[in-house]
């Protein structure tokens, strides 16, 4: 059950050190800080198949990054906008891709189960390095592949059902 906006506000009045279930409605964007542009553009665009947003779809706050080259927007099918920017001199996480650098751990996109195979394949074929997988867990199954930024990036889908 979702509480209507104002059981949301009674609610935090009442207790002020936590937010109600069900105030956070959906994740509204992510944010990666990308090093090489074009190689995260053709990754996310290309290889995954995000949608680039362009022209008016671009957030009115990031047109001049837009325009100069700096943020780059991706939608997901559910909507979720994917914000890259350019960050030339970023350095990089580390040598070793195994070692974790960043508090985040991965970003993971769902796929119809009878669509896994096909993605793992795509991923080979543009010869990117899977780090883990493909595993299957009574929750379903995944691969794990490093972005051009060296991120965690993760394919899963649910188990098959029948």
Not at 8 to 23: A, F, I, K, R, Y
Not at 31 to 50: E, N, P, Q, T, W
Request: charge should be negative.
């Amino acid at each position: 059950m979702v509480s209507s906006p104002q059981n949301l506000s009674e609610n935090l009045t009442q207790s002020p050190s936590v937010l109600p279930s069900g105030m956070l409605r959906r994740v509204h964007h992510i944010a990666l800080h990308v090093k090489d542009m074009d190689a995260s553009r053709h990754f996310y665009g290309k290889i995954l198949g995000l949608r680039e947003l362009t022209g008016d779809e671009v957030p009115l706050t990031l047109k001049q990054l837009f325009e100069a080259g700096e943020v780059a927007n991706f939608v997901t099918p559910d909507g979720t906008i994917l914000d890259l920017f350019w960050k030339p001199n970023l350095a990089p996480p580390d040598p070793d891709p195994d070692r974790e650098f960043t508090r985040a751990g991965h970003l993971a996109f769902d796929i119809d189960p009878l669509l896994f195979d096909q993605a793992v394949d795509v991923l080979r074929q543009n010869q990117l390095t899977i780090a883990h997988g493909p595993v299957s867990r009574p929750t379903g199954r995944g691969v794990y592949f490093y972005d051009p930024d060296g991120f965690l990036v993760e394919i899963r889908c649910d188990p098959v059902m029948g």
